[in-house]
T-cell receptor, first 114, second 114 residues
């Protein structure tokens, strides 16, 4: 069964460094999302992406975040200058249709900022 | 403010017993409600999805109910198994979103003991 994959599974970085989290969505999906979950807290929406542009973003998704679909298969989340509070589990999701309930989630990347 | 609240926060039951998890939401306008199962360190996996016109939806031992008037949902698990130990998250889709914005509850941590 096709699935969303994410790499790396765990990333440790120093405060102020840039990180890129990678996702490979399900191949025939057209809509892509990033969510994050700070330890012990709710999953929070970050951004949705369609047709090579951001469709919607939350208040969390400020100028230090960016997303890209560089090569037609990968979908990346870049954090330009990481802060301690960026430490969280980051989930990528994709869907074939615009209907939100078809989203499939990846296993997540645990980001630890020291 | 769009919110999803779940109860109880955690629950311990014996294998073979049934349980019911609760979800209240204030997300409006509402599109659909889904229940996800999240194993520790993994991405959420969809169990059931209901639109505002549906009252109940089953998926094997999982049965979800929805009362769109009172903005309440429940997830009933019958004949629990050890593998049911996980966090169960209520997620509501916001109809005002252009694309795929989901609101997550904190989850109910279910532990099934042998």
């Amino acid at each position: 069964e096709p699935e969303v994959t994410q790499t790396p599974s765990h990333q440790v970085t120093q405060m102020g460094q840039e990180v890129i989290l990678r996702c490979v969505p399900i191949s025939n999906h057209l809509y892509f999302y990033w969510y994050r979950q700070i330890l012990g807290q709710k999953v929070e929406f970050l951004v949705s992406f369609y047709n090579n542009e951001i469709s919607e973003k939350s208040e969390i998704f400020d100028d230090q975040f960016s997303v890209e679909r560089p090569d037609g298969s990968n979908f990346t989340l870049k954090i330009r200058s990481t802060k301690l509070e960026d430490s969280a589990m980051y989930f990528c999701a994709s869907s074939r249709t615009v209907d939100a309930y078809e989203q499939y989630f990846g296993p997540g990347t645990r980001l630890t900022v020291t | 403010k769009n919110q999803v609240e779940q109860s109880p926060q955690s629950l311990i039951i014996l294998e073979g017993k049934n349980c019911t998890l609760q979800c209240n939401y204030t997300v409006s306008p509402f599109s659909n409600l889904r229940w996800y199962k999240q194993d520790t360190g993994r991405g959420p996996v969809s169990l059931t999805i209901m639109t505002f016109s549906e009252n109940t939806k089953s998926n094997g031992r999982y049965t979800a109910t929805l009362d769109a008037d009172t903005k309440q949902s429940s997830l009933h698990i019958t004949a629990s198994q050890l593998s049911d130990s996980a966090s169960y998250i209520c997620v509501v889709s916001y109809r005002g979103s252009t694309l795929g914005r989901l609101y997550f509850g904190r989850g109910t941590q279910l532990t099934v003991w042998p």
